[in-house]
Nanobody, 127 residues
Framework: QVQLVESGGGLVQAGGSLRLSCAASGSTLDVHAIGWFRQAPGKQREGVSC????????YYADSVKGRFTISRDNAKNTGYLQMNSLKVEDTATYYC????????????????????WGQGTQVTVSS
């Protein structure tokens, strides 16, 4: 099973940027889809973005479309989430997840579609 470690979270002012990283070990990421989820206090975990391994196609939730960019570097066994124009409502714990069989489509992400999860990294956006 893949072990995932997120990093790059922190405190940023509204309008600022952060880049989250998802480093994998125990297996190579090049055969896995990578997803990013977030969970704000008192809310359900929300699927934010996903990138496929086979064709590099991506999915974004409407709430982040045009502001966030997902990418992957298979040589570094790492996935990324570039977050620009951050808003207060983006404040959450962000998790990366992977699965070798899942294919990101345009119909959203579900937690049950992913088998490996990181521990999360906190993103706090201040006004």
């Amino acid at each position: 099973q893949v072990q995932l470690v997120e990093s790059g979270g922190g405190l940023v002012q509204a309008g600022g940027s952060l880049r989250l990283s998802c480093a994998a070990s125990g297996s190579t990421l090049d055969v896995h889809a990578i997803g990013w989820f977030r969970q704000a206090p008192g809310k359900q975990r929300e699927g934010v973005s996903c990138i496929n391994n086979s064709d590099g196609s991506t999915y974004y939730a409407d709430s982040v479309k045009g502001r966030f960019t997902i990418s992957r570097d298979n040589a570094k066994n790492t996935g990324y989430l570039q977050m620009n124009s951050l808003k207060v409502e983006d404040t959450a714990t962000y998790y990366c997840a992977t699965d070798p069989d899942y294919y990101c489509a345009g119909d959203g992400l579900a937690e049950g579609d992913f088998t490996s999860w990181g521990q999360g990294t906190q993103v706090t956006v201040s006004s």
